[in-house]
T-cell receptor, first 110, second 114 residues
Framework: GQNIDQPTEMTATEGAIVQINCTYQTSGFNGLFWYQQHAGEAPTFLSYNVLDGLEEKGRFSSFLSRSKGYSYLLLKELQMKDSASYLCAVRDLGNTPLVFGKGTRLSVIA | EAQVTQNPRYLITVTGKKLTVTCSQNMNHEYMSWYRQDPGLGLRQIYYSMNVEVTDKGDVPEGYKVSRKEKRNFPLILESPSPNQTSLYFC?????????????FGDGTRLSIL
């Protein structure tokens, strides 16, 4: 089976750094995705990791450790507009559908 | 502009009245999928399709049908809608080449079944 865990909610202060963790258990692994979703809107793609290490893209970075079944999304210099849900999704081997976690709702406060 | 287009965006209807939510993508993607999203439950996959005439059940297929007669279109059909199908629905597509790319989502369809 497949299982993806992320914290349900997090709160952080404007200007700060926040790390959103994701752990997964899948029979195989062929990549991990992070999406951002504002309330009532469609998820939008943020990052993709298939090899171990850190991928940096502006204020957002994503890290992967395949041996630990672990990833995190790091958001720096938080802005109010970063208040959203962040979804972790894993692709198993072969042409299999993405499996999504339930998402972490981040609230950025002043 | 590369996009996934769903219609309608909002629909209020009554139990038992058949409805179809259309989904179209212009990126020549092989893979298309339907999800429903409910509070506290996250995105749950209803059906997906790897290519034309190939469809498979996701995690919550009961009460839904799909078809994939053309590569660009993947309609979701509710033959006899019930109130427990009130939800926010998303269509998504992605390429399967090179190991697969990120999914692109439509803007969502909010269905209310009374």
């Amino acid at each position: 089976g497949q299982n993806i865990d992320q914290p349900t909610e997090m709160t952080a202060t404007e200007g700060a750094i926040v790390q959103i963790n994701c752990t997964y258990q899948t029979s195989g692994f062929n990549g991990l995705f992070w999406y951002q979703q504002h309330a009532g809107e469609a998820p939008t793609f943020l990052s993709y990791n298939v090899l171990d290490g850190l991928e940096e893209k502006g204020r957002f970075s994503s890290f992967l450790s395949r041996s630990k079944g672990y990833s995190y999304l790091l958001l720096k210099e938080l802005q109010m507009k970063d208040s959203a849900s962040y979804l972790c999704a894993v692709r198993d081997l072969g042409n299999t559908p993405l499996v999504f976690g339930k998402g972490t709702r981040l609230s950025v406060i002043a | 502009e590369a996009q996934v287009t769903q219609n309608p965006r909002y629909l209020i209807t009554v139990t038992g009245k058949k409805l179809t939510v259309t989904c179209s993508q212009n990126m020549n993607h092989e893979y298309m999928s339907w999800y429903r999203q409910d509070p506290g439950l996250g995105l749950r996959q209803i059906y997906y399709s790897m290519n034309v005439e190939v469809t498979d059940k996701g995690d919550v297929p009961e009460g839904y049908k799909v078809s994939r007669k053309e590569k660009r279109n993947f309609p979701l059909i509710l033959e006899s809608p019930s109130p427990n199908q009130t939800s926010l629905y998303f269509c998504a597509s992605s390429s399967l080449t090179g190991g697969g790319g990120p999914q692109h989502f439509g803007d969502g369809t909010r269905l209310s079944i009374l």
